[in-house]
């Protein structure tokens, strides 16, 4: 299994440019989030998703959009992106059952706005 | 909404020693809290939860304490060694209601052999 795996690894934007960055998820996963890392800021939410076709906004959506037109891929956009969102991105997911609220995140985007 | 405080922010030990890391929460209603470690360049592992009907869970050299009353949370790590050294953080949810983790701020724990 692959796990969540997140594209691209790396980018560089100038002030402005609009990009998206891809997560994919193999294990049939219904929820999917996705996080910005900050330096002493933690982990926090900009968007998420509980199902195929829904979104809801977290704790820092401003900015962002989000899509989930299929199950096990959730997009994050930037239509014009401003160095404030320099940060690691972060996706996430998890299953809907109840047995297990762990989630099993990526490895990362590395997003860098000059 | 949920509000997740993590203390300290930083912690050296000597190899060997206990650490010890306090999260306390702000949601009544919060049932669920994970502990997750992060490597350099990595994403964060979950390490190991406990739901709020158990008050503490053990894992080998890790164990999770719960204090519901007082909303708070603790990671005890014993006999550390240096692979523990990264960046671990708390988390709470609401778990069956679907919300999303809050997670607090980190603590990096540093392990010197």
Known sequence: NAGVTQTPKFRVLKTGQSMTLLCAQDMNHEYMYWYRQDPGMGLRLIHYSVGEGTTAKGEVPDGYNVSRLKKQNFLLGLESA???QTSVYFCASRTGGASNYG?????GTR???V | GENVEQ???TLSVQEGDSAVIKCTYSDSASNY???YKQELG???QLIIDIRSNVGEKKDQRIAVTLNKT?????LHITETQPEDSAVYFCAASIAQAGTALIFGKGTTLSVSS
């Open chain 1, 82 to 84: 401003a160095p404030s």
């Open chain 1, 103 to 107: 989630y099993t995140f990526g490895s």
């Open chain 1, 111 to 113: 997003l860098t706005v």
């Open chain 2, 7 to 9: 203390h300290p922010s």
């Open chain 2, 33 to 35: 809290f994970p502990w």
């Open chain 2, 42 to 44: 990595k994403g964060p």
């Open chain 2, 70 to 74: 007082a909303k708070h949370f603790s």
